[in-house]
């Protein structure tokens, strides 16, 4: 099955987070949603309390349409000889934490305490000293005098790679200054929209929408695109009322464009997916309108092939695969039989024109050898059936003779009996000395002397 394809918000939305519209969690492509963040949080950068997201056309978000508390690091500065936060604290905007300098380094106009920002921590830097390090600058490259470390009062030039925009840094007492922000998008110039007009751009989007007798290829009777790196995405023309749109869709298939003069028809291939067939070969463009010869779109592909009933149930045994109400022709199907038994015939088989192969397909319980009894003992059934997995055997010794193995059982599995033939071999008997007293009477003697010698 085929459904319409959307993009979702989380409804109701996480803390610190707000939709507007918030009468809907459901939105097609190319539509936006504000997200507006609480005093605490951001979304996309730090600096940044709201934005719109735009839904792809993969049913994704162009970005994550949820705001984050703003957090600190409670990573150590290298130049801190104390530093307030241990790494399972967690600092939160506004927060502060003591620390101290190393030697050699001093604090920015000499703060004890540094708090938390949507910058990260400030004073920034936190300590410096008479030397300072490369400095990376978000979207921008070192232009001249690029190294490691520099002197007090060395300058390094960047240029945004955007814009080209050049700017000189200076290191004034281990700190940078002169540093600017280039911007990670290219500006878009305002389009010119052939037989239509647009409004904005607000906050990097465009909108707009056709002129009377003109339509967009879409369904809405307006649009918006967004400026991604010095190109509007999602920036479509405006056609004629006469002309059709987008390919419609079509169920179990697809609509292609033949390519055509301008001044011609339009007209789409229609092509169906494998087991599906058309009477339609072609729609053609009539009055801005699809025309399929009264053919209803939803049922333009038909199926082709005959679909199979579920599959016949095979005793002690279960299918791999989900379970479905028809199964297309040529799907293959594969039996695993229950624990203890074991499959004669072929596992597998399959759909052919609405029917399932006829094959001979069983569980049984593997048997085992049929046991005989041991010398000087017998063997009799204490679980089970016939001799099958599952059977258990008990042996006994004849009457003189006792067992000398560890085990009395044996039990049928699939690789045949467990254990090994128990033995029985002959009893004996050992005599015990008995030593009574001197005037013990002979007849109590020899009644204690018969119970130890009988064995």
């Keep these: 099955m085929c459904e319409q394809i959307k993009c979702h918000l989380q409804l109701p939305p996480l803390r610190g987070t707000t939709y507007e519209p918030a009468s809907t969690s459901a939105f097609l492509p190319g539509a936006t949603v504000t997200v507006t963040c609480g005093s605490t949080y951001w979304i996309e950068r730090t600096d940044k309390t709201f934005t719109e997201a735009t839904c792809k056309g993969d049913g994704e978000w162009n970005i994550r349409p949820v705001c984050q508390e703003v957090i600190c690091s409670n990573q150590r500065d290298p130049f801190l000889s104390y530093w307030g936060v ?9 927060d502060t934490a003591s620390y101290t300098c190393k030697r050699g380094y001093k604090s920015t106009n000499g703060a004890t305490r540094a708090t938390c920002t949507r910058n990260g921590w400030t004073p920034k830097p936190l300590c410096h000293g008479t030397r300072c390090e490369r400095q990376d600058i978000e979207n921008a490259d070192i232009a ?3 190294k490691w470390n520099y002197n007090d009062g060395e300058e390094v030039r960047y240029r945004c790679r955007n814009s080209g925009k050049q ?19 290219e500006s878009c110039l305002k389009p010119n929209i052939p037989n239509g007009f647009t409004a904005g751009p607000y906050k990097n989007t465009i909108y707009y929408t056709c002129d009377a007798n003109y339509k967009l290829p879409t369904k809405g009777w307006w649009g918006s695109a967004k400026c991604q790196g010095g190109v509007w995405s999602g920036l479509q023309r405006c056609i004629e009322k ?20 301008a001044e011609e028809a339009q007209i789409l291939e229609i092509s169906c997916n494998k087991g599906y067939s058309t009477d339609v070969e072609q729609l053609t463009c009539q009055d801005g309108k699809w025309n399929s010869n009264g053919e209803s779109l939803e ?14 149930r095979v005793e002690n045994a279960l299918v791999l695969k989900p379970y479905r109400k028809e199964f297309l022709s040529d799907s293959v199907i594969t039996y695993r039989c229950r624990e203890n038994f074991t499959m004669e015939g072929e596992d597998t088989i399959k759909c052919i024109s609405g029917e399932w192969e006829e094959k001979n397909t069983t569980c049984i319980q593997k048997p085992c050898p049929f046991p005989e009894d041991i010398p000087n ?6 679980f089970g059936k016939e001799f099958v997995v599952g059977t258990m055997i008990k042996y006994t010794c004849n009457e003189g003779y006792r067992m000398v193995s560890q085990h009395d059982t044996r039990t049928c599995s699939l690789d045949g009996w467990t254990n090994t033939e128990p033995i029985c071999e002959r009893a004996t008997c050992e005599i015990a000395e008995l030593q009574f007293p001197v005037d013990m009477d002979l007849h109590v003697i020899l009644v204690h002397w018969i119970k130890h010698i009988t064995c």
């Design 299 to 312: 049922t333009l592909c038909r199926l082709t092939r005959p679909r199979c009933s579920p599959p016949p």
């Design 377 to 382: 003992g017998s063997y009799k059934k204490i």
């Design 86 to 94: 241990y790494y399972w604290h967690q600092k939160k905007l506004g």
């Design 242 to 261: 006469s002309r059709c749109g987008e390919p419609p869709v079509i169920p179990n298939g697809k609509a292609t464009e033949v390519r055509q003069p």
């Design 144 to 146: 001249h005098n690029s």
């Design 167 to 185: 700017f000189t840094i200076t290191c004034d007492e281990g700190v940078w200054t002169g540093i600017e922000k280039c911007s990670s998008d």
